[in-house]
């Protein structure tokens, strides 16, 4: 809901915040709430556009928001598996030490948080709800290509859920606050910035100087209706760990994933399937003669080599677009996971021909027993 008053757009933001105050309560309690803030609304509506004034609204919208959104943020607690990952990160605590924050999404029990506290794959999860309750909870997949995992916690029902924005909604310059839990406080921890960047990572991320580090990754990062854009958490151009991207913690660039249209990542690992970034198995140059790319190298036993590409190999086309260069080839296979088929348009000497293959794990992101015959990573580089 919003209210068009006349002032600056920056009055009419900080309102919306304070009327979207839904959430699972009374008849009663919405009412008084309601009633409360028509009041504010009509103390703001005498603002004039003096953004001075309007500046000291954003506190009460600022806690608005994060009221709407706290029913469905969940603390996770985490105990034994593998000896500690080493290093502290922003100096605050070890990966895979202490609690983390999860968002609620379904009813029946679907939290999904960052991969980042689940390094030492615990071998028990607990999940602490909005009321306090503690509940057991299970990891059932992970997806490395967004540093997210899916937990589920057993014989609950009727949970609250947030609103997700719809990715097309998603602007550059919306204030964007970054939640947590993590520390067991019933106030979430925030900090306040705003969207500075979309597609991001592959164009799996957006970019938020809102702060974001261990204290709320797994947290959401909302805007100022409490609405969800996504999840904090540690990402990185190169870097496929689960830490990647901690070395930017307070540097005012944080990256979040969108939870719009999540569907079939959801019922991945739902069905216990792990989701890891996929390569093609070849390293290449730009071309020096014109289109495409050229082919260095098909690494023995690829997915590349098995379909026959070799050195001096042109790649002219991926799934029909054209490939412009090295880096935009990397960018395009950075948008894919391992098992997705692809299309190429191959340029053989003086012939042209279609290669369908399928991308295999990238070694950054599997253990490399898992993938026969790949060389070391730098060997890929």
């Known amino acids: 809901m919003m209210i068009r008053l006349r002032g600056s757009l920056?009055?009419?933001?900080?309102?919306?915040?304070?009327?979207?105050?839904?959430?699972?309560e009374t008849s009663i309690a919405m009412a008084q709430e309601e009633a409360a803030t028509q009041q504010t609304n009509a103390e703001l509506a005498e603002l004039d556009a003096d953004p001075?004034?309007?500046?000291?609204?954003?506190p009460d919208a600022t806690r608005a928001a994060v009221k709407r959104v706290r029913p469905s943020l969940v603390t996770i607690e985490s105990f034994g598996g593998v000896t500690t990952t080493a290093g502290v990160i922003g100096g605050i605590r070890k990966q895979g030490e202490g609690n983390?924050?999860?968002?609620?999404?379904?009813?029946d029990g679907l939290v999904v948080t960052s991969l980042f506290n689940f390094a030492n794959s615990p071998r028990i999860i607990t999940v602490i709800l909005a009321d306090g309750k503690r509940q057991v909870a299970k990891m059932l997949g992970k997806d490395l290509t967004r540093n997210l995992c899916l937990?589920?916690?057993?014989d609950v029902k009727g949970l609250p859920t947030p609103e997700f924005i719809p990715l097309d909604e998603i602007e550059v310059g919306r204030y964007a606050i970054s939640l947590g839990v993590g520390y067991g406080d019933q106030t979430p921890a925030m900090s306040l910035g705003i969207i500075s960047a979309k597609n991001r990572i592959g164009g799996r991320a957006i970019q938020t100087d809102a702060n974001t580090s261990p204290a709320n990754y797994g947290g959401p990062l909302i805007d100022i209706e409490g609405r969800i854009f996504g999840v904090c958490v540690p990402l990185s151009p190169g870097g496929l760990s689960a830490s990647a991207g901690v070395e930017w913690y307070d540097s005012g660039i944080g990256f979040a994933i969108p939870l719009d249209k999540m569907d079939w990542w959801v019922q991945q690992m739902k069905d216990g399937i792990d989701i890891f970034p996929g390569i093609i198995g070849v390293t290449v140059l730009?071309?020096?003669?014109?289109?495409?790319?050229?082919?260095?190298?098909?690494i023995k036993?690829?997915?590349?080599?098995?379909?026959?590409?070799?050195?001096?190999?042109?790649?002219?086309e991926v799934n029909g677009s054209p490939i412009k260069s090295q880096t935009d080839l990397q960018n395009w296979v950075k948008q894919r996971i391992s098992g997705d088929q692809i299309k190429l348009l191959v340029r053989q000497g003086q012939d042209?021909?279609?290669?369908?293959l399928i991308l295999t794990?990238?070694?950054?992101?599997?253990?490399?027993?898992?993938?026969?015959?790949?060389?070391?990573?730098e060997e890929l580089r």
């Open 151 to 154: 937990l589920k916690i057993d």
């Open 286 to 298: 730009d071309n020096p003669d014109g289109a495409g790319v050229q082919v260095v190298r098909a």
């Open 10 to 24: 920056f009055t009419v933001i900080c309102i919306a915040g304070l009327i979207s105050l839904g959430g699972r």
């Open 301 to 316: 036993d690829s997915a590349a080599a098995k379909a026959g590409l070799k050195k001096g190999d042109i790649l002219l």
């Open 52 to 58: 001075s004034e309007a500046f000291f609204a954003i």
């Open 352 to 356: 042209e021909k279609n290669v369908t």
């Open 100 to 107: 983390t924050t999860g968002i609620v999404i379904s009813e």
């Open 361 to 377: 794990p990238h070694p950054d992101s599997q253990p490399k027993s898992l993938i026969p015959g790949l060389p070391p990573l």
